[in-house]
């Protein structure tokens, strides 16, 4: 069965501090693919990235960088300079393979605080 | 270039009632998705629509829970006798034409709350 693990529940830091939230995931595809998505306190959810499983590359975008490991499955989202803005929750989330519904398996979730 | 809407975005209902959300998927979409995150918890999968058919409703409760998408129109999650245990947002994402993979985009949630 495929299983996402969000292992911190909660984070906080002082602005300007980097962050890592972490992300681990389980399938038995070969092919899946990984999203991150942003929770504001508003609580819309925002997408941030997708990853497919054949892709390794390392990606940065602004302040925000994703580091996707295969021999570990996990899929990583560093937050370089944090800002007040940045406080959210943050869900990692795995699709399945071609054959598949399509449906999302999200994590619990990370809440991120940062301190001004 | 109008994103994923959902009405109403807050509702409230007793126990017993009928809850009805809508959902309009973003503009050339036409895959549908169910979500519900009850408090304090991540989103779970519901239901999975295209136009006028329920392609995986794998995740819906088997009773008082339904779900359409027709040929004209938002889609609609239906949920008849609330009870308490309902109490959580909705979410609704939609994806493109092909839905292979797409990256699903989420609306703005539909908070209901059962008294």
């Known amino acids: 069965a495929q299983k996402v693990t969000q292992a911190q529940t909660e984070i906080s830091v002082v602005e300007k501090e980097d962050v890592t939230l972490d992300c681990v995931y389980e399938?038995?595809?070969?092919?899946?693919?990984l999203f991150w998505y942003k929770q504001p306190p508003s609580g819309e959810l925002v997408f941030l990235i997708r990853r497919n499983s054949f892709d390794e590359q390392n990606e940065i975008s602004g302040r925000y960088s994703w580091n996707f490991q295969k021999s570990t499955s996990s899929f990583n989202f560093t937050i370089t300079a944090s800002q007040v803005v940045d406080s959210a929750v943050y869900f990692c989330a795995l699709s399945e393979g071609p054959q598949g519904a399509q449906k999302l398996v999200f994590g619990q979730g990370t809440r991120l605080t940062i301190n001004p | 270039n109008a994103g994923v809407m959902q009405n109403p975005r807050h509702l409230v209902r007793r126990r017993g009632q009928e809850a009805r959300l809508r959902c309009s998927p973003m503009k050339g979409h036409s895959h549908v998705y169910w979500y519900r995150q009850l408090p304090e918890e991540g989103l779970k999968f519901m239901v999975y629509?295209?136009?006028?058919?329920?392609?995986?409703e794998s995740g819906m409760p088997k009773e008082r829970f339904s779900a359409e998408f027709p040929k004209e129109g938002p889609s609609i999650l239906r949920i008849q006798q609330v009870v308490r245990g309902d109490s959580a947002a909705y979410f609704c994402?939609?994806?493109?034409?092909?839905?292979?993979?797409?990256?699903?985009?989420f609306g703005p949630g539909t908070r209901l709350l059962v008294l």
């Open positions: 994402a939609s994806s493109g034409r092909t839905a292979y993979q797409e990256t699903q985009y």
């Open positions: 399938t038995r595809d070969t092919t899946y693919y």
């Open positions: 629509l295209q136009k006028e058919n329920i392609i995986d």
